[in-house]
């Protein structure tokens, strides 16, 4: 079972872009990647996902790594209501691992 | 389109219990997973349902179990409570495993 590792937490300040990577070395040629987050006290919330073309929608960008084995999500400004934790997880969603604790700071 | 329902929000039970949570999926999707949240281990994979026939267990003890009935909605069973059970669980559908999932507002379990 693949698995995703990303950092424990990051920080950003309001309206500046933040970039959360994610390493997925193991990934198979069909696991899409997949990124949620999660609110305080909220159930995870879909955020984007792709397979290997840089993806773009009203939330973030999601950008691939040409072999596979690394993504980014891309927040172009952060607001204090994107402090969430934010995990990258593969197809399956078998795995979540710890994901990244964001922080906004305004 | 209502989103996907997990019954009962807040639940306390005494160790040695047994509990059943209910999960409503939104019309349409077929495809359940459970998902247990613990501060000290993160989000952890209990199982996935498609099509009322279990796709994916997690490595989880034989007291967890689960179901899906023919209109998708879905329930998990634990037996034999522990302290150790006192945890969030969440509930998400979809409508294949290839598309975004949604997420209910899980379940809140308390062992004492």
């Known amino acids: 079972d693949a698995k995703t590792t990303q950092p424990n937490s990051m920080e950003s300040n309001e309206e500046e872009p933040v970039h959360l990577p994610c390493n997925h070395s193991t990934i198979s040629g069909t696991d899409y990647i997949h990124w949620y987050r999660q609110l305080p006290s909220q159930g995870p919330e879909y955020v984007i996902h792709?397979?290997?073309s840089n993806v773009n929608n009203r939330m973030a960008s999601l950008a691939i790594a040409e072999d596979r084995k690394s993504s980014t999500l891309i927040l172009h400004r952060a607001t204090l209501r994107d402090a969430a934790v934010y995990y990258c997880?593969?197809?399956?969603?078998?795995?979540f691992g710890g994901g990244t604790r964001l922080m906004v700071k305004p | 389109k209502a989103g996907v329902t997990q019954t009962p929000r807040y639940l306390i039970k005494t160790r040695g219990q047994q509990v059943t949570l209910s999960c409503s999926p939104i019309s349409g999707h077929r495809s359940v997973s459970w998902y247990q949240q613990t501060p000290g281990q993160g989000l952890q994979f209990l199982f996935e349902?498609?099509?009322?026939?279990?796709?994916n267990k997690g490595n989880f003890p034989g007291r967890f179990s689960g179901r899906q009935f023919s209109n998708s909605r879905s329930e998990m069973n634990v037996s034999t409570l522990e302290l150790g059970d006192s945890a969030l669980y969440l509930c998400?559908?979809?409508?294949?495993?290839?598309?975004?999932?949604?997420f209910g507002q899980g379940t809140r379990l308390t062992v004492v």
């Open positions: 997880i593969l197809t399956n969603m078998l795995t």
């Open positions: 998400a559908s979809s409508p294949t495993r290839l598309t975004e999932a949604f």
């Open positions: 349902y498609f099509s009322e026939t279990q796709r």
């Open positions: 792709g397979l290997t």
